[in-house]
């Protein structure tokens, strides 16, 4: 029996499964990396304009070759265009100045020119490419569910509706109010500042355009009336208890009054 299991078995076969399973996991991070990489499909002219204005807009603070800079700027090699659209589109980049978050401003580039600034950064490594159309359609997504989604994973920094809230140390969640579904996707494909990365293994593209879908349907003004800030049920409650015990303890003491 121990001759026909030495025939059987080769000494190098562990050695051979554990270079076949490294192989295997490489080929499904691959893979995987590859669903969220920009293809590179820019034209060698838009790579070239974009060049340039990266090298006269963005590299004095993440340096020429986008490697970023210690206390300065990050590094942009694989941040892949979502980060790049969502950062320039928003009017964020370029900072005016060093602060604990860049606010969104009047954007600075025109469309074509964000992206070719895009296509140029996505080509210095792969990352989250910019959403499809139907990717951030809220049409197609299920306001209900973005509910419980957003309520989740956004609403102790953004408020029950998006409405936006203070954080600490000088930094905010803003408003999503006015915030184009792409840039929305893009955020929490990319998590700028200090907003968390939500990638597609955390929420699939379905619940984003679910979680959009319920912001966008919040734009509609409130069901109930008055929006009462949109903060939440603790400051709705808060005006409940001071505007209708208010007034029913003013009117007990001016009907005692009367009957005095």
């Given at each position: 029996?121990h001759?026909?299991?030495?025939k059987?078995y080769?000494?190098?076969?562990?050695f051979?499964?554990?270079?076949?399973?490294?192989?295997?996991i490489?080929?499904?991070?691959?893979?995987a990396?590859?669903?969220?990489?920009?293809?590179t499909t820019?034209?060698?002219?838009?790579l070239?304009?974009?060049q340039?204005l990266?090298?006269s807009n963005?590299?004095?603070c993440?340096g020429?070759?986008?490697?970023g800079?210690d206390?300065?700027?990050?590094?942009?090699?694989?941040?892949?265009?979502?980060?790049?659209?969502f950062q320039v589109?928003?009017?964020?980049?370029?900072?005016?100045?060093?602060?604990?978050q860049?606010?969104?401003?009047?954007?600075?580039f025109s469309?074509?020119e964000?992206?070719q600034?895009?296509a140029?950064?996505?080509?210095?490594?792969?990352?989250?490419?910019i959403?499809t159309?139907?990717?951030?359609?809220p049409?197609l997504?299920?306001?209900?569910?973005g509910m419980?989604?957003?309520?989740t994973?956004?609403?102790?920094c953004?408020?029950?509706?998006?409405?936006g809230?203070a954080?600490?140390?000088?930094?905010?969640a803003?408003?999503?109010?006015k915030?184009?579904?792409?840039?929305?996707?893009?955020a929490m494909?990319?998590?700028?500042?200090?907003?968390?990365?939500?990638?597609?293994?955390?929420?699939?593209p379905?619940?984003?355009r679910?979680?959009?879908?319920y912001l966008?349907a919040?734009?509609?003004?409130?069901?109930?009336g008055?929006?009462?800030?949109?903060?939440?049920?603790?400051a709705?409650?808060w005006?409940?208890w001071?505007?209708?015990i208010?007034?029913?303890i003013?009117s007990?003491?001016?009907?005692?009054?009367?009957?005095s």
């Amino acid at each position: 029996m121990h001759a026909l299991a030495t025939k059987r078995y080769h000494k190098a076969a562990p050695f051979l499964l554990v270079m076949l399973l490294l192989a295997l996991i490489t080929c499904i991070g691959a893979i995987a990396t590859s669903q969220t990489a920009e293809a590179t499909t820019a034209s060698s002219s838009d790579l070239e304009a974009g060049q340039k204005l990266f090298s006269s807009n963005c590299a004095t603070c993440h340096g020429i070759d986008a490697q970023g800079q210690d206390g300065v700027a990050p590094s942009l090699v694989g941040v892949g265009a979502a980060a790049v659209d969502f950062q320039v589109g928003t009017g964020r980049m370029p900072m005016q100045a060093s602060g604990p978050q860049a606010p969104a401003k009047p954007v600075a580039f025109s469309a074509t020119e964000i992206s070719q600034l895009a296509a140029y950064v996505a080509s210095l490594g792969s990352g989250p490419s910019i959403p499809t159309a139907e990717e951030v359609d809220p049409s197609l997504g299920d306001p209900a569910k973005g509910m419980e989604l957003f309520r989740t994973n956004c609403a102790m920094c953004h408020g029950s509706v998006g409405g936006g809230g203070a954080l600490t140390e000088g930094k905010f969640a803003p408003s999503l109010m006015k915030t184009t579904p792409t840039h929305i996707f893009e955020a929490m494909l990319t998590g700028p500042q200090s907003m968390p990365v939500f990638n597609n293994a955390n929420i699939t593209p379905e619940d984003k355009r679910d979680i959009i879908a319920y912001l966008v349907a919040q734009r509609d003004g409130s069901p109930g009336g008055l929006s009462l800030g949109a903060i939440g049920p603790v400051a709705e409650g808060w005006w409940a208890w001071i505007v209708g015990i208010g007034l029913l303890i003013g009117s007990t003491i001016w009907i005692g009054a009367r009957s005095s």
